[in-house]
Every structure is written in C-alpha cells, then in structure tokens.
C-alpha cells in the first residue's frame, strides 16, 4: 500500500475514533487544518478520508470551513431500519435453521449474555448509551454468525448511525424494558423455529425502535 494510501487509512481510523467515543460534538464545525495536524497526518490524506466519511455519512462537509457530525435526517432513519430489517432478519433465520449446531448454540448463549448485561445497566446506571452499546453488540452478534464478510462489512458501515438511533430510542420511558422483553422473546422463537412469529417480532422490534426515532426527530424540528 502507497504511502499516501496509509495516511489516509490512519487519518479515518482517527477521526472513527473519536466518534465512536464522543469525543467530536454536534453542531461544532471542526477545521480540517488543525484536526489534520492532530491526527499527525498531512492535510491530503487527511481530508480524503473525510470525504469517504462523508459518503458513509459519519459526518457533513462544509465548503472553505471543515466538517461536521452528521445530522441524522428521516431519510437516514429509515435506510438504516431497512438495512437492519434486511440483514438481521436473513441472520436470525440462520440462527433458528441451524439450531442444533455447536456454532448456533455458542451464539446462542453469547446473545443470551449480552441481554442479561443489558438487564444489569437497566438495574443499576439506566444508561442510554451503555445500554445502546449492548444492544448494538447484541444484534451485530447475530451478522456476525452467518460468518459472511461482506454483510458484516455493511453493517459496520452503519454502527454510528444503529448505535446513536438505539440511544435515541431508549430515552423513551419504557423503551429499555420493552427491548429486553423482546430480545428474550426472539431467542425463545429462535429456539422454537418459529419462522412466522420470527418475522413479526424482528419487524415490530426495528420497527418500534424506528417510530420513536422519526417523532423525535419530528418533534425536534418543530422546535
């Protein structure tokens, strides 16, 4: 790989960083100049991988300032539901056809694990981002038993955007319990090889997440 190529890579690994930590705040416009020099890397490199950040919607370029967080619209929400209902839904079949499996019941129990972490921050912090963190591990698990790279690579392509839209979610009253309900609920179905009811609950949990997500946004913009 080209000198060039690893500045860039190590300038998106950067500026990755620091969003998944929360360290970049809405509304801030940030200069490529001083970020670039942050990163340790030239301004080239560095604003190329701003702009594959961009097209991945991470953040908003703006002209002769710098960038920006991404404003989530109605437009991402739904994409991103529908991504989701698309993948975990094939995952989830995957899961339930090969129940019998050794690798189907490691998951199986790995899955059952992240719910009862997710019981524990609802027990004791009531985090909405500990708790989204969960929530996002516990349905990339489910991608990740297909074992398929590609689908993988999608979804991870669109963790910001799950992880934030999960916290969003659960800062509705009730929200959290609901989802540990649910996720319960699928692993007995799961279980069952209930295909049908299957379908349902995995476009009535995405679907639920996805409502709440659209009157926030809807009330947001109203103010």
């Known amino acids: 790989m080209k000198e060039s190529q690893l500045l860039q890579v190590q300038a998106y690994d950067y500026l990755i960083d620091l969003i998944k930590k929360g360290q970049l705040k809405y509304g801030k416009i940030y200069s490529l100049n001083q970020m670039a020099k942050e990163a340790g890397v030239s301004r080239t490199p560095f604003r190329d991988a701003v702009l594959r950040l961009e097209q991945e919607r991470y953040i908003d370029m703006y002209p002769s300032k710098g960038f920006a967080l991404h404003t989530m619209t109605t437009e991402d929400i739904i994409e991103t539901y529908q991504i989701r209902n698309a993948i975990e839904l094939y995952c989830f079949k995957q899961l339930s056809f090969h129940f019998d499996t050794a690798r189907a019941q490691k998951y199986y129990v790995k ?52 992880f934030w839209l999960n916290v969003t979610s659960f800062s509705r009253k009730g929200r959290m319990e609901d989802t540990i309900t649910e996720h319960l609920t699928l692993l007995d179905i799961v279980k069952s090889r209930d295909l049908q009811d299957l379908e349902s609950l995995i476009e009535h949990h995405l679907t639920t997440a996805q409502d709440i997500n659209l009157q926030i946004l809807a009330k947001r913009e109203k103010n």
């Open 111 to 162: 899955l059952l694990k992240k719910v009862e972490k997710q019981k524990e921050i609802l027990n004791s912090t009531h985090s909405n981002e500990d708790f989204g963190r969960k929530d996002y591990e516990f349905h990339r698990s489910i991608v990740q038993y297909v074992g398929n790279e590609s689908m993988l690579e999608i979804y991870r392509r669109f963790m910001y955007r799950i």
